[in-house]
C-alpha cells in the first residue's frame, strides 16, 4: 500500500526566503502526486499534481515541485515567501483506478516578519 | 460560484446522539467523499461514492453512514457508535473516480461531541 512521510511538522521561514517542503512516498510503481494548502479552518486547496512527463511541476501561488524518482520524493518549493503562504501543507499520493489519496500527516508553515 | 457547500460549520452532540453532517455540490460531479482530520493525522477517507444510489465505505467507515439519492447532494450521519466522533470533516467531490482527477474541497465541518 501506498504512504506518504512529511518529516517536518512545523517550519519558519522568514518573509521574503526561499521554502521548500519536503514529502517522501512509498509506492511500487509510478505514483500521482498531489500538494494541497489548508488555511486555519478551511477546506484543502490544490496547489499542483504530478501524473507524468515533467518532473519540475508548476502549480498556483507560485508554488512547484519537483519529483525525483530516485529519492521516492516530491518536495514543495517556493522562491520567496510572502505571509499570506501561512498555512498547513498536505502531500498526498494516489494509485491504482480508484482516486483514494493518501494523504500525509501536514506540515505547518510559519511566516515571520 | 460552483463549489462545494458544508452545513453547519459548527456543532456539538451530546453523546448518544446521532447528528448529519449536510454537503452539496454544484460542480456536476459525478464522485463524492468524506473525510476525517484529525490533528496531525492528516485526512483518512470515511465514505466514497462514485455515482448516485451508490457508495463504498473507505478505511474509517464504523460508526458512520451515508446516503446519495441526488447527485449534488452526499449526507454524512455521525452515529453514537462512532467512539471518537470530536474532528473536523471534510467532503470533496471530483468528476470521477480514477486517479488523476481533482479532488475540490469543501470548507468543512467542526464537530464537538460535549
Known amino acids: 500500500a501506498q504512504s506518504v512521510t512529511q518529516p517536518d511538522i512545523h517550519i519558519t521561514v522568514s518573509e521574503g526566503a526561499s521554502l521548500e517542503l519536503r514529502c517522501n512516498y512509498s509506492y511500487g510503481a509510478t505514483p500521482y502526486l498531489f500538494w494541497y494548502v489548508q488555511s486555519p479552518g478551511q477546506g484543502l486547496q490544490l496547489l499542483l499534481k504530478?501524473?507524468?512527463?515533467?518532473?519540475l511541476v508548476q502549480g498556483i501561488k507560485g508554488f512547484e515541485a519537483e519529483f525525483k524518482r530516485s529519492q521516492s520524493s516530491f518536495n514543495l518549493r517556493k522562491p520567496s515567501v510572502h505571509w499570506s503562504d501561512a498555512a498547513e501543507y498536505f502531500c498526498?499520493?494516489?494509485?491504482?483506478?480508484?482516486?483514494?489519496?493518501?494523504f500525509g500527516t501536514g506540515t505547518r508553515l510559519l511566516v515571520s516578519p | 460560484d460552483g463549489g462545494i457547500t458544508q452545513s453547519p460549520k459548527y456543532l456539538f452532540r451530546k453523546e448518544g446522539q446521532n447528528v448529519t453532517l449536510s454537503c452539496e455540490q454544484n460542480?456536476?460531479?459525478?464522485?463524492m467523499y468524506w473525510y476525517r482530520q484529525d490533528p496531525g493525522q492528516g485526512l483518512r477517507l470515511i465514505y466514497y461514492s462514485q455515482i448516485v444510489n451508490d457508495f463504498q465505505k473507505g478505511d474509517i467507515a464504523e460508526g458512520y453512514s451515508v446516503s446519495r439519492e441526488k447527485k449534488e447532494s452526499f449526507p454524512l450521519t455521525v452515529t453514537s457508535a462512532q467512539k471518537n466522533p470530536t474532528a473536523f470533516y471534510l467532503c470533496?467531490?471530483?468528476?470521477?473516480?480514477?486517479?488523476?482527477?481533482?479532488?475540490?474541497f469543501g470548507e468543512g465541518s467542526w464537530l464537538t461531541v460535549v
Open positions: 504530478y501524473f507524468s512527463g515533467d518532473t
Open positions: 498526498a499520493v494516489g494509485a491504482g483506478g480508484f482516486q483514494k489519496l493518501v
Open positions: 460542480l456536476n460531479h459525478d464522485a
Open positions: 470533496a467531490s471530483s468528476t470521477g473516480t480514477l486517479t488523476g482527477n481533482t479532488i475540490y
